[in-house]
């Protein structure tokens, strides 16, 4: 059973940072890439950064330039390196991963329960 856990959420001032972790565990044979969504209430939920198991990234244009992500391939987890914070950055925050799991040819996509950031003004 693959699971993904999220930690680092929590509530900082506009202009803060946070840090958001994630970790696989279970019984997988790869992970093709790793990556952060977030959903505000009313919102859909919208890509914020990923990376794939070789380094190549992608993030969304509202964050670029405060945002950072990285993954530590040895360890599988993925980290979200948040700056300079601002008020439209609050949601709720869901680690992604595409794994193929010991046993299978085929990937699946992953999800965390999700982590609460809230940026006050």
């Known amino acids: 059973q693959v699971q993904l856990v999220e930690s680092g959420g929590g509530l900082v001032q506009a202009g803060g940072s946070l840090r958001l972790s994630c970790a696989a565990s279970?019984?997988?044979?790869?992970?093709?890439?790793m990556g952060w969504y977030r959903q505000a209430p009313g919102k859909q939920r919208e890509l914020v950064a990923v990376?794939?198991?070789?380094?190549?990234?992608n993030c969304a244009d509202s964050v670029k330039g405060r945002f950072t992500i990285s993954m530590d391939n040895a360890k599988n987890t993925v980290d979200l390196q948040m700056n300079s914070l601002k008020p439209e950055d609050t949601a709720v925050y869901y680690c992604?991963?595409?794994?193929?799991?010991?046993?299978?040819?085929?990937?699946?996509?992953?999800w965390g329960l999700g982590t609460q950031v809230t940026v006050s003004s």
């Open positions: 990376i794939t198991s070789g380094g190549s990234t």
């Open positions: 992604n991963a595409e794994i193929r799991p010991t046993g299978s040819w085929l990937k699946f996509a992953y």
């Open positions: 279970g019984s997988m044979f790869s992970i093709s890439s």
